[in-house]
């Protein structure tokens, strides 16, 4: 019997993960694994079969065979990953009612002049949108607040009415809703319009991390969420939770201000570092304080799921569709080469083209370099040096700390995060945030999924659902 080329990566004492660049995967036991590797031997036929099938070993006589076909898997899962199918941002303003402490755009005041989009580009958009992508199309209204220029969203969505077709498209609108009154409900009611919004847990660490002059950021939020519910439905709101370190001892309060909303749907990140959250806020805590954080909240929505009230939390979701769903590839963070430009692509308020929503929060940090395609009327989608080195260093199978790593198949690489941090397109995993929470996570989802009867059988949901 013989081998074929795999990383692992021990998930504890008594069990080993495996993984080859064909995208296929298995958990074993220590023994199992050292039969196979040391011993070039399995004794049982069952997993004997499962790893010949999965192109981890071969008898002799195939293994010729067995290369070729692992090198055609992978050469498979490559070509998907280089599909382009971006998502379409456009940042109608970048003005903000809000001076949150860790915005990631650096905003501009709400009376701030020349950070709004013209709207006589609104048509050269969409009609590039168009160009670009294929049906179903999705675009995003990013900001700052962008309901501060609802009259450039319906701008939008009647040039997307025009452009794309009337069932080629849908919007979601990132905003924090305290702008949201009648008439925007009014005409979101009859149309493919979807709101995405921050809860960051309880009243008191919303309103301390979202400050709104004046006014309760929470009390808003909870008035617009509760205001879709009602008129909209209750698919057309959810809500995105970056943790800071206020929320790093109560995640049972996350789930409390979620409920208490009626969302059951949970997405939760580490704070990035970009904007105002690379200046201090970021380093307040660890990811291992973060990892034990999500292990936490996971424990508190496995009680919920045990009672019959099941919670979605969807960071889980994709880190686990990456491994068990082939193909699934629709997020940027999660891809290799990096998603930049080919899943994501942004239409700023002052015309320029970005591959990313990072690469435009450090060009706002870092002015003397251009991190942007051009402007809409005069892109460069083929010949920017920038792009091409960014892309071509983000192929994780040969970069050094990842190309060893037992989950790379399904990971993905952030060169904006290594440039905002350690200044270059690599860095040093061993000093990434991207890649300590990112395997953070896959170790503590493939133990729970192994090894925890209960916490499968939540998980499966949520990759189902």
């Not at 011993?39 to 195939?62: A, G, P």
């Amino acid at each position: 019997m013989k081998l074929l080329p795999f990383n692992f990566v021990p998930v504890d004492d008594e069990a080993v993960f495996i993984s080859n660049t064909g995208g296929f995967s298995e958990y074993l036991s220590r023994d199992s694994f050292l039969e196979f590797v040391e011993d070039r031997s399995i004794k049982d036929e069952t997993l004997k079969q499962v790893l010949t099938s999965k192109l981890f070993v071969s008898d002799d006589e195939n293994y010729s065979t067995a290369k070729i076909a692992l090198a055609s898997s992978t050469s498979k899962r490559l070509t998907s990953e280089l599909r382009f199918n971006p998502i379409f941002m456009i940042v109608p303003t970048l003005r903000c009612d809000h001076t949150c402490t860790y915005c990631q755009v650096s905003r501009a005041n709400v009376g701030a002049s020349e950070f709004d989009l013209d709207s006589s580009l609104v048509p050269k958009i969409v009609s590039t949108i168009r160009d670009l992508g294929t049906a179903p199309y999705k675009i995003e209204i990013q900001g700052g607040e962008p309901l501060l220029r609802f009259d450039i969203i319906q701008d939008i969505y009647g040039s997307a009415l025009q452009i794309l077709g009337s069932d080629s498209f849908e919007l979601v609108i990132a905003t924090s809703l305290s702008l949201l009154n009648e008439e925007i409900l009014e005409w979101a009611n009859s149309r493919h319009v979807h709101f995405s919004t921050s809860l960051d847990g309880t009243k008191e660490i919303h309103d301390k991390n979202r400050i709104l002059p004046k006014e309760s950021s929470y009390s808003q939020l909870k008035r617009g969420v509760e205001a879709i519910q009602s008129r909209l439905g209750n698919d057309k709101v959810s809500a995105v939770t970056t943790v800071t370190d206020s929320l790093l001892s109560m995640p049972d309060k996350l789930i409390e201000a979620h409920l208490d909303l009626g969302l059951k749907d949970l997405f939760v990140r580490p704070i990035s570092p970009y904007g105002f959250a690379n200046k201090g806020q970021l380093n307040n805590y660890s990811t291992s304080e973060y990892m034990r954080f999500y292990e936490k909240l996971f424990d508190e929505l496995l009680i919920q799921w045990s009672r019959g009230n099941t919670l979605i939390e969807h960071s889980a979701s994709i880190h686990l569709k990456r491994i068990f769903t082939p193909g699934f590839n629709s997020y940027a963070d999660l891809k290799s080469p990096s998603g930049v430009l080919l899943n994501s692509l942004l239409f700023n308020y002052d015309g320029r083209i970005y591959g990313s929503d990072e690469l435009r929060m450090l060009q706002r940090i870092h002015g003397d370099q251009d991190f942007s395609l051009g402007h809409v009327n005069a892109p460069d989608f083929v010949s920017s040096e920038l792009y091409g080195q960014i892309i071509s260093s983000s192929f994780n199978s040969v970069l050094p700390g990842c190309n060893t790593c037992a989950y790379q198949p399904f990971c993905g690489a952030d060169p904006c995060n290594e440039i905002s941090i350690q200044g270059e397109y690599i860095g040093d995993k061993t000093r990434s945030r991207f890649c300590g929470y990112h395997k953070g996570m896959f170790d503590f989802l493939v133990k729970r999924w192994f090894e925890c009867s209960d916490s499968r059988s939540m998980l499966e949901e949520w990759v189902n659902a």
